[in-house]
T-cell receptor
Framework: DQQVKQNSPSLSVQEGRISILNCDYT??????FLWYKKYPAEGPTFLIS?????DKNEDGRFTVFLNKSAKHLSLHIVPSQPGDSAVYFC??????????????FGKGTKLSVKP | ETGVTQSPTHLIKTRGQQVTLRCSSQ?????VSWYQQALGQGPQFIFQ???????GRGNFPPRFSGLQFPNYSSELNVNALELDDSALYLC?????????????FGPGTRLTVL
């Protein structure tokens, strides 16, 4: 039973437009959520995170929104750039406040940003 | 500052064999976590080592075992390999004081079991 779901395997966006990547989860005890970006032949790299006590976190072109009642989070990238083309993973943790613990990942969404 | 490194990059084994994968953690990090990423899936947590002791384990059978050394590097050992063990194995290092967003991943070892 998958606790973190990314239902879109792929997404194609034009350069300069907004990319919206979605993630749903089933466990209401998740306390911390993260987005990772992964290029081929590299490990996942941390992008942005959000605590369950917040509904929005922004870092430059990247914004994560959390809707706890819907058990849904989304990553917005504005404006999208060709270098953003990668696989994006949503991950969740039961550990409070993002303290140490293991991560539970979704299957990932492959984003392609076309020039 | 040296990042997380893993060896080997690629490995081919046959069913029933044993394999050892290695991970060197980032400087200053004493916690290492191992993940398995099967094709088309997200990484799945195998286990975590902190100060040479196992500190949490995911839903993997006992033939998956690990070690952490005094220099905080780590090994993942898999016995009696099965075809389904074919995957990318990722290790991630962190410090216990740091938040999860400071868990840094290595590039992974691609294991193919024939």
């Amino acid at each position: 039973d998958q606790q973190v779901k990314q239902n879109s395997p792929s997404l194609s966006v034009q350069e300069g437009r907004i990319s919206i990547l979605n993630c749903d989860y089933t466990n209401s005890m998740f306390d911390y959520f993260l987005w990772y970006k992964k290029y081929p032949a590299e490990g996942p790299t941390f992008l942005i995170s959000i605590s369950s006590i917040k509904d929005k976190n922004e870092d430059g072109r990247f914004t994560v929104f959390l809707n706890k009642s819907a058990k849904h989070l989304s990553l917005h990238i504005v404006p999208s750039q060709p270098g953003d083309s990668a696989v994006y993973f949503c991950a969740a943790s039961l550990a409070p406040g993002g303290s140490q613990g293991n991560l539970i990942f979704g299957k990932g969404t492959k984003l392609s940003v076309k020039p | 500052e040296t990042g997380v490194t893993q060896s080997p990059t690629h490995l081919i084994k046959t069913r029933g064999q044993q394999v050892t994968l290695r991970c060197s953690s980032q400087s200053g990090h004493n916690t290492v976590s191992w993940y398995q990423q099967a094709l088309g899936q997200g990484p799945q947590f195998i286990f975590q080592y902190y100060r040479e002791e196992e500190n949490g384990r995911g839903n993997f059978p006992p033939r998956f075992s690990g070690l952490q050394f005094p220099n905080y590097s780590s090994e993942l050992n898999v016995n009696a390999l099965e075809l389904d063990d074919s995957a990318l194995y990722l290790c991630a290092s962190s410090s216990p004081q740091g938040p999860l967003n400071e868990q840094f991943f290595g590039p992974g070892t691609r294991l193919t079991v024939l």
